[in-house]
């Protein structure tokens, strides 16, 4: 079986997921890494032994770009590689306006005759095809998704949205249950000299990533001590007859990134059958998502 | 849209949790039940507003066969509607037989130009779209599945293994949970007259259902008090940075009757596209078994 040949475009912690979660497969393999201009000197023991570059073109042979990079850029990124003749993963995490753009990156996959999958890291994603199979056992019901539990948890998208505020040095955005299938918000930053905590506050909060739930803001010295990559979450669907319930927890960008790791090889079976096009990670059979080489060897644990 | 138009092969538990589960969906609807010769004049208010024949061609248009049949009767019966040029759905539950069967029902439907989901209920079946998702968020981990709980539960499949073995009048299998991903049987047994009992337990105990795990066998005057439709199960992955739990309880022959609803529409979606062949659960995408005429209502909640 050849294998599949990735390159992880940006450089933070989904990124550095991917490289780790690519050292636990066999059939996907890192091209490189792509990191902005200027970043690309920057010495890094965990980038010793990988080619990393400022442009693709630079690598050779790819056939999946997993895009590790703010949410908010994907879509035209994903456009752009697309262009390119690539295969492309990424985890954007605005659910309603996925189905608008799946569409328009859907007719952009078809001509250049590669495959994306779209909107697919945790939640939307796999948390997604969990509430699918939900609604598949249990057709009547009522299902919720709760995240962050009582401690809370971090909330990727969150985080990197508050980060791009202007007056902000840095950030995290946890996110805390609220009772079920609601959440509340507590937003750490640190501020940048000469700016005004009631602006940058306000301008958080008007953040579209916030203007739906309760969220506090705390400006502090120093988020070290309330900085965090764990995070957890819970689907629940309880139905006349049948009560179904889905927990995770753990690193959330290391779940990410085996997602999206998954998914690469997810492009490449549905390349392999020319089924071109930009899909979400329910629109793909599961059976793509998973390693080997032959039908008996997927289905390994059916 | 047309309407998914199915039959109800069988009527036993499943065969009546389908009945219901359509009366709660307006996407797919009931032609009729088909039943053995010998039922066909039997009395039941539940059937009464419903079509009962003894062939299946009686019944007009039909999509799809939902094969609510012992298990083991499943691979010549799909063999036997595929040829008819129907689409089939059963819940097949013999694991390691699945990959194998899967193969030459594949030829069949590919010749016909038909579709079936092949061992799709709980388990195998939406259990092993769980373990895929665990598996795809999770590269690195290891996967237990675990049945009911410290009480037992119904086990559908061992149920009607034992009622088919000779000397039993009624029985009902529990399943009960032993440890982390391991099972025990306790079978309760009404015995025939002028059978005995040592003979019919050693049938039981060399039966394949039941060779992997230990095996209490009680002989009752009646099942009744310990008869239930009730079942439970847990999937759980751990690996090392992130830990998965997924819990189901509630009626077993309802949750299987809904997933082999909800697969009739993964039929029709694959039958459209022209993507005949025998699938299991894993290997249609998910989209394909939810309600819903546009991409747009699908993908909701997505």
């Keep these: ?57 630079e690598l050779g042979k790819v056939d999946v770009a997993l895009l590790c990079i703010p949410s908010r850029e994907v879509p035209e990124r994903v456009k752009e590689y697309q262009a390119m003749g690539l295969c492309t993963v990424d985890s954007f995490d605005e659910h309603e306006r996925i189905v608008g753009l799946k569409k328009d990156l859907d007719i952009n996959a078809k001509a250049k005759k590669v495959v994306s999958i779209f909107g697919t890291g945790w939640d939307p994603g796999t948390d997604s095809g969990v509430r699918a199979i939900m609604k598949i056992a249990s057709i009547t019901g009522h299902t919720t998704t709760t995240f962050g539990g009582a401690k809370g948890g971090r909330s990727m998208g969150h985080t990197a949205a ?73 689907v629940e669907r309880t139905g006349m007859q ?42 793909r059979p599961l059976i793509d998502y998973l390693p080997g080489a032959t039908l008996d060897e997927k289905m390994e644990g059916y």
């Design 162 to 234: 508050v980060k791009a505020i202007e007056g902000v040095r840095d950030a995290v955005a946890l996110t805390l249950a609220n009772g079920r299938g609601k959440q509340k918000r507590k937003v750490y930053v640190e501020i940048q000299k000469g700016f005004d905590p009631e602006d940058v506050a306000a301008r958080i909060k008007a953040d579209p990533y916030f203007t739906a739930d309760p969220t506090e803001i705390l400006f502090v010295k120093s988020i070290n001590k309330y900085n965090t990559l764990h995070h957890e979450g819970e």
């Design 1 to 57: 079986m050849q294998k599949i040949s990735v390159a992880i475009i940006g450089w933070g912690n989904v990124g550095r997921g991917c490289k780790r979660a690519l050292e636990e497969t066999s059939d996907v393999v890192l091209a490189g890494v792509v990191r902005r201009p200027v970043s690309l000197n920057k010495q890094e023991p965990e980038l010793e032994n990988t080619r990393v570059v400022g442009d693709i073109k």
């Design 242 to 283: 049948v009560n179904q319930k889905y927990q995770v927890d753990g690193n959330n960008p290391e779940l990410t990134a085996n997602i999206m790791v998954s998914a690469a090889r997810a492009c490449i079976a549905s390349r392999d059958r020319g089924e071109y096009g930009t899909y979400t990670f329910i629109e």
